[in-house]
């Protein structure tokens, strides 16, 4: 969070809340069952308050009660104790003062100097301005993470603590912040098993991005807050009377769903708040001193349970047997409440229901010997130290791997010899192969799941038993990319690409050289980018290997294209290798008039068509939609809707050209898309066809319609105005007797 010099020291007023605060990490752990080291504690503080002094936030308040609110988090919602305390309360000196980490380790040791010296590293976000800073950054989280859990738990306590004072942020730095904790930070929070921060980071990055879908759904919310307690109330009565026959010692509670995710929900399945039927779930946490015991119990609810209420067979998650990869244990069943709606149950003991807020990171080797649960952990951070041995990603594709693994669900499968395997969800056979080794995956063939020959492209499913099948003819090819799923997978396998390639590329690379040679023309970056471009190669490697391997040839036109000399192509080559400025045989670049990024751009749209922004063609976005603003390479604003895959990655990877937007659009009529489903009967396309082109005046495009056993499909295309003009479409519609649904497609 940006902060400024001031050269008055804090107020009374200010003193007392700092220690009021401070008196609070204290407090909290003091209460908490670390060892007691409050000395160094003390000391961390007031060195701190020292290094800080006169420093202030963007909002006014005193620096220092950042890093006070820090240690609270990472101390009482993460639960880690006196060193990363101490470290939290110090994450801000070195990069922020004059002091440096040999001050640090002078005075509180090399293990706090460690901690701070790693969250000193990765400060300032994960990401740059450019493309190979952010992979570089993000690679020294992953190896600080891998050296040091606690630096990565303490700078999600900072990445929180930022998230909730983020309103004091100009409304461009709030989609980049929101945008990059999104992106990276909620995924690798549910990865460490941080539930309670990640739904936090979610919610609070939908809440800066879509302000009005978030009040919007937090009102509905509230609004049936009483009649939810209700059904709740009818569907445990019967289930509170059973456990306490039992004599158990429990809690039961109903969890509503997260804003975001029910926004999710409504986006995904293109249905209103009043159709989130799974808007809460039932969860019973119960007392059990020996761990031992906690499985037996789980199965006792849950035949309790089931004896009340109708179960649905598809929906039972066995997560004790077989723990998440993030070290969650819980028994979830879904069963027919009172009301007719089916209601998930999730039965933890108390000592699960901590690790599942909480995260087992909190439980690590720091306190206790390690367990299963921090192996778990340590296997994943392995597969993170074996991406980073990839020498040489791309760095958008870098972080695109690692979402792989941080996003993924998972699914469990056996190797014929009863070993465990966890993948994400659509790991394939040869993602299986790559996870066993490396020559395993160059050679497959083919695989056995169940015992039945599938190809090596083959979706496994939680559950199945896969038997890979090689052969020393098979040889990896690139398409393989496409069959996989893991970060692992996709690395090994272009490791082994790039030796099977080196000859080729070699040969390519010499074939070029000497072309320029014998031609006379400059062996430069200009003339390497040039025709990379005219052949369509991502980078130089690809480019060599076409060369040498005779898919491609350098011919006279070639020659014609380096030697011809453009000052407009030529300011450009120059513009994107990073040498702009001009030649002396060169034109002036064109005026363009600068972007304030500070300020909100206005998108002007006229009758005539005039206009100051692109709509993009990813999300398709429309005038009335929360859309942000992306300054292309060129100069020019490009329009994505705040929710699109691609302004995700910009937003992570791109923060500064990132503009806040709002619409002033007179005129215009914009293509926009509908799908629309029901059941079919006589004349319902007529009427559809006539609300649309009489009533509503709109002018239809395109129109597929499709009907299939008495259900039909129709898909749409359309002018409208705006997005509340198709939104209000979309209503009508659904008034249309037999339409079943109508909602806006990408």
């Known amino acids: 969070m940006a902060q400024q010099k001031n050269p008055s020291f804090t107020t009374p007023e200010e003193d007392r809340v700092i220690e009021e605060a401070f008196r609070e990490v204290l407090d909290g752990y003091l209460a908490s069952n670390h060892r007691k080291k409050v000395e160094i504690i003390e000391r961390a503080f007031n060195f701190a308050k020292e290094a800080h002094k006169g420093i202030r936030r963007r ?28 470290a939290a309360l110090l994450h801000d000196v070195v990069e922020d003062t004059e002091y440096t980490v040999e001050d640090i380790e002078q005075n509180f040791g090399k293990k706090i100097a460690q901690l701070v010296a790693g969250l000193t590293k990765i400060s300032g976000g994960i990401f740059g301005d450019k493309a190979s800073a952010q992979a570089e950054n993000f690679r020294k989280l992953l190896l600080t993470m891998s050296e040091d859990i606690r630096v990565v738990l303490i700078k999600m306590a900072d990445r929180l603590h930022n998230m909730r004072t983020l309103g004091s942020m100009a409304p461009n730095k709030q989609y980049k912040i929101a945008g990059e904790t999104l992106y990276i930070y909620a995924p690798l929070a549910h990865r460490l098993g941080l539930f309670a921060i990640k739904t936090e980071l979610e919610n609070l990055s939908f809440k800066y991005e879509h302000p009005d879908a978030y009040r919007r759904i937090s009102e509905q919310i509230a609004a049936s807050e009483a ?68 499985k037996s119990l789980c199965w006792q609810i849950y035949s309790a349970i089931t004896d009340i209420y109708r179960l649905h067979p598809d929906r039972t998650r066995d997560w004790i047997s077989n723990p998440k990869a993030n070290g969650y244990q819980a028994l979830h069943l879904t069963v027919m409440g009172p009301d007719g709606n089916w209601i998930e149950v999730q039965i933890r003991s108390r000592r699960m229901d901590e690790i599942a807020e909480k995260g087992f990171a909190a439980h690590w080797k720091y306190k206790v010997g390690e367990g299963e649960e921090e192996s778990e952990l340590n296997v994943w951070l392995h597969t993170i130290k074996d991406i980073l041995d990839d020498p040489e990603p791309n760095a958008l594709d870098f972080l695109d791997t690692l979402k792989l693994n941080l996003f993924s669900s998972e699914i469990v499968v056996f190797t014929p010899k009863g070993e465990l395997l966890t993948l994400p969800k659509d790991a394939t056979v040869l993602d299986v192969a790559f996870n066993l080794h490396t020559q395993i995956g160059s050679h497959c063939i083919a695989g056995k799941v169940n015992h039945k020959l599938v190809p090596l492209s083959q979706k496994l499913n939680s559950g199945d038993q896969v038997e890979v099948l090689t052969s020393q003819s098979q040889q990896p090819k690139p398409e393989w990319v496409d069959f996989l799923a893991t970060a692992k997978g996709k690395t090994r396998l272009r490791q082994v690409l790039r030796k099977l390639h080196q000859p080729a590329i070699t040969a390519g690379r010499l074939t070029f050289e000497k072309f320029l040679h014998d031609n006379d023309i400059k062996d ?28 491609i040839i350098l011919n006279d036109y070639v020659i014609k294209i380096l030697k011809k000399e453009s000052s407009k192509t030529k300011r450009l080559l120059l513009k994107l290798i990073g040498r702009g400025g001009k030649t002396a045989e060169e034109e002036p670049a064109p005026q363009r008039k600068e972007i304030n990024r500070k300020e909100t751009y206005v998108l002007r749209y006229d009758e005539d068509g005039n206009t100051n922004f692109r709509f993009s063609d990813c999300c398709c976005p429309l005038p009335g939609d929360d859309v942000l603003g992306f300054i292309e390479d060129n100069g020019e604003v490009t329009v994505h809707t705040l929710d699109c895959p691609r302004a995700a990655m910009l937003k992570a990877s791109f923060g500064p050209r990132i503009l806040s937007t709002r619409w002033e659009v007179n005129g215009g009529r914009f293509m926009a898309h509908i799908r629309i489903e029901g059941i079919d009967r006589h004349g319902i396309l007529h009427e559809l066809i006539s609300l649309i082109s009489t009533h509503l005046s709109l002018d239809i495009r395109a129109l597929d319609i499709r009907t299939e056993k008495e259900v039909f499909h129709c898909d749409l295309s359309l002018l409208v105005s705006d997005a509340d003009g198709l939104n209000d479409l979309c209503a009508k519609v659904r008034r249309i007797p037999g339409v079943q649904s109508a909602a806006r497609i990408r």
């Open 59 to 86: 909002s006014g308040e005193p620096y220092i009660l950042h890093p006070i609110a820090v240690a609270k988090i990472a101390s009482q919602e993460i639960g880690l104790g006196s060193t990363s305390i101490c």
């Open 524 to 551: 430069d970056n200009i003339a390497i980018t040039k025709v990379m471009g005219l052949f369509k190669a991502a980078n130089r490697e690809e480019f060599y290997y076409l060369l040498g391997n005779e898919e």
């Open 227 to 294: 009649k939810r307690a209700n059904v709740f109330e009818d569907f445990s009565a019967p289930i509170r009377e059973r456990l306490d026959q039992m004599g158990l010692k429990y809690t039961a509670k109903a969890r509503v769903k997260s804003v975001y995710s029910i926004w999710n929900k409504m986006e995904t399945k293109h249905i209103p708040f009043e159709e989130v039927y799974d808007l809460y779930a039932a969860r019973i946490i119960f007392e059990c001193d020996d761990p031992a015991k906690e």
